[in-house]
């Protein structure tokens, strides 16, 4: 039991009395009729026994639950509750009010105590659209990679590392505001956007700010805060909310340019409601043919909590489509397919998915725009938000390439490619995957790119024009021999800008190798760029956790080794 469990549950008595409260209600009592029995919705009419019971049989199954098919959205009306929402795997909690405020929950926490203390594998959940006022000044959210806080106000301190302050490789916040400090104490590395903050603790490796009002001023290395003051375009993730009739609409935030701070601390967030009537409402069994037909016909797609198997392309061709997920949707495809297919057209918006690669190879997991694609979206450019690659883990997995952009103008809004290091169906010939992410469209801004574990390149940007804000990556582990990590070279870096390309600018980047199953690896360098004025990095650092394997060099030819067992980062400011 963590610190920040509510008082009741210290009383055997009255967790008895809870549990008999919950079991007294049938299980359409928490369901939304029309989003499946896997989103459960609290409203203030249940009692805090009640809705802490719930909260607290969901978490005992899926605080351990790393590669198992179960999924939640754990949605809570407008009004206060007192209770403490322990966050799992692919749980995730959900304010239904238009303002963060409208939903107030006393905690939201996630530990580590079922990992001994050690929060890198806290993966897959999330928290959106509520308030947190703490009970003792300070909340805990101690995650890895897949776990992002989006329109939270946290009313007091916001504590990102677990109890014992163990190892910690988070994380993400966006359009958020910290009342109090923001202390990561462990956290060794974090991305915060357009939020605003009362202060920030710490740094460990990695630490980048965008359009955060309260940031700590830009300071890499020492400390190791990289600060820019706007974000140069941005558009916050569609959100599910109820109306005033108490009906459920999708609520499509507005572009923003040179931004900072949250779209909500003065008032309404700007941009429009979609009522859910528009969308095609997916269950799992449901067949790709029939989500295809429904996009077809004009529908947006929502995906309730659970696993879907495609054996066929879903092809989003409409311009302004919403494809979104609840709780982790998950999709896999069959027989070596693309998972989804996107048209180079205008404002596509895809949210909060798991790929999960299937056993039969796939080309790649999601396409955006078909290659050779040339028109220019500024005005109404595509999203990708929360979007998650998986390759291996929960079983085998096989794709060559995650996530392919060849539109202009895409917006990533914090990705997660992982071919997994550990769980089910991985080794270096098992779950195989040359590149995680591959950006061929111009004009490309990505933040919070989290990329890891792939057999070649992690990254390899060819479009001219691209941004890249906060990349956080760790080099496959697995290599067997440094012949079989590219014969003449050592190995190949984490993020290749294209030789072709002459403008392209990126901040706070950070590659780390751990090379286990042969410690003797080495890898030339963890960045890759040309020498050319219009291509820019700052910020970068590279590590070698332990001393398990050796990066010769940061960026190029310059930077010094990342060796040695007392995991120092080699740094390199700006280059050229």
């Not at 202390?183 to 965008?210: A, C, E, H, K």
């Not at 098992?430 to 950006?439: F, I, P, Q, R, W």
């Not at 760790?474 to 021999?481: I, L």
Request: proline fraction near 5%; charged fraction near 15%.
């Amino acid at each position: 039991m963590n610190q920040l469990q509510a008082a009741p549950l210290s009383h055997g008595s009255r967790k008895w009395m809870w549990a008999a409260a919950l079991w007294a209600l049938s299980a359409s009592a928490f369901s939304a009729a029309d989003l499946g029995p896997n989103v459960i919705v609290f409203d203030t009419t249940m009692s805090a026994a009640t809705v802490q019971a719930k909260l607290d049989q969901i978490f005992a199954q899926q605080e351990t639950n790393q590669f198992g098919p179960q999924r939640y959205a754990l949605m809570f009306k407008p009004g206060h509750y007192l209770v403490n929402a322990n966050v799992g795997f692919y749980t995730s909690v959900m304010g239904l009010g238009q303002h963060p405020g409208d939903v107030a929950i006393d905690a939201v926490t996630v530990d580590a105590g079922w990992f001994g203390g050690n929060a890198t594998q806290n993966f897959w959940r999330s928290v959106e659209n509520v308030s947190v006022t703490p009970i003792n000044g300070g909340t805990r959210w101690a995650v890895a990679q897949a776990a992002p806080m989006r329109r939270v106000w946290v009313k007091g301190n916001l504590n990102l590392a677990p109890t014992n302050y163990g190892w910690a490789s988070g994380g993400y916040i966006a359009d958020s505001k910290i009342d109090a400090q923001v202390q990561p104490y462990s956290q060794q590395q974090w991305f915060t956007r357009d939020s605003q903050i009362g202060g920030w603790l710490n740094g460990v490796w990695n630490m980048v700010f965008t359009g955060v009002v309260g940031a700590p001023a830009n300071s890499f290395p020492n400390p190791v805060y990289t600060t820019i003051d706007k974000s140069p375009v941005t558009r916050e993730k569609p959100y599910l909310y109820l109306n005033s009739a108490g009906e459920y609409e999708v609520f499509v935030p507005s572009l923003r340019t040179n931004s900072s701070g949250t779209t909500w601390l003065n008032g309404q967030t700007p941009g429009q409601s979609i009522p859910l009537t528009k969308f095609y409402v997916a269950k799992p069994g449901v067949t790709a043919a029939e989500l295809n037909s429904q996009l077809g016909n004009g529908k947006h797609l929502l995906f309730t909590p659970g696993v879907y198997h495609l054996d066929q392309t879903l092809q989003v061709k409409k311009a302004n489509t919403i494809v979104m997920g609840l709780g982790y949707a998950t999709l896999i495809p069959d027989n070596g397919v693309t998972a989804m297919k996107v048209a180079d057209v205008d404002g596509v918006k895809i949210a909060s998915l798991l790929f999960d690669a299937g056993p039969v190879k796939s080309k790649l997991l999601l396409q955006m725009g078909p290659k050779k694609a040339d028109t220019a979206h500024a005005d109404n450019p595509s999203s990708i938000q929360d979007v998650f690659f998986r390759i291996g883990g929960a079983a085998v997995g096989k794709a060559v390439t995650s996530l392919e952009i060849n539109s202009n103008n895409v917006l990533v809004d914090h990705v997660w490619a992982w071919r997994a290091d550990h769980g089910t169906g991985i080794g270096w010939d098992v779950n195989t995957a040359a590149t995680g992410v591959v950006v061929n469209g111009k004009n490309v801004t990505a933040y919070g790119l989290f990329v890891e574990h792939y057999q070649k390149y992690q990254v390899r940007w060819n479009g001219n024009g691209g941004r890249t804000y906060f990349f956080q990556n760790e080099m496959p582990y697995d290599p067997p021999t440094q012949d079989a990590w590219r014969t003449g070279a050592k190995g190949y870096a984490a993020y290749k800008v294209n030789d072709k390309v002459t403008s392209h600018e990126a901040w706070g980047l950070g590659s780390y190798c751990y090379f286990n199953v042969n410690p003797t690896i080495h890898a030339d360098r963890g960045f890759e760029v040309p020498d050319v004025a219009g291509v820019r990095l700052h910020s970068l650092s590279t590590v070698s956790l332990g001393g398990v394997g050796v990066i010769d060099r940061v960026i190029n030819q310059t930077g010094a080794p990342a060796q040695g067992t007392n995991t120092v980062p080699s740094t390199v400011t700006t280059y050229p």
